[in-house]
Nanobody
Framework: QVQAVESGGGLVQAGGSLRLSCEVS????????TAWFRQVPGKGREFVAV???????SYADFVKGRCTISRDNTQKTVYLQMDSLKPKDAAVYHC???????????????????WGRGTQVTVSS
């Protein structure tokens, strides 16, 4: 059973930076597709970024140039570096992982079976 635990969220001023981490256990990390989604109250989970075992990555348009996803297969951890944060970036950020996620489905929450509980990001104006 794959488990994911996020950390690194917090309160930051607009224009600031945060680095989120997601430690994954219980599976072969190097074979997993790992992604970040975010969610605000009353809305569904929104794709942010994804990286696979070849380190191919993809980003939502609203974070391009401001966020970088990376992963450390030795530490079994995936990171999301977020810069130039805006108040509208405030959300609970969730890590997701799964083994068999087709490239065309990687932006869809339903494609992932394993999720962390999330870490809160708050951005003050």
């Amino acid at each position: 059973q794959v488990q994911a635990v996020e950390s690194g969220g917090g309160l930051v001023q607009a224009g600031g930076s945060l680095r989120l981490s997601c430690e994954v256990s219980g599976g072969s990390f190097s074979s997993l597709v790992t992604a970040w989604f975010r969610q605000v109250p009353g809305k569904g989970r929104e794709f942010v970024a994804v990286m696979d075992w070849y380190r191919r990555s993809s980003y939502a348009d609203f974070v391009k140039g401001r966020c970088t996803i990376s992963r450390d297969n030795t530490q079994k951890t995936v990171y999301l570096q977020m810069d130039s944060l805006k108040p509208k970036d405030a959300a609970v950020y969730h890590c997701a992982a799964d083994r068999h996620v087709m490239i065309g489905s990687r932006r869809m929450p339903a494609a992932y079976d394993y999720w962390g509980r999330g870490t809160q990001v708050t951005v003050s104006s």
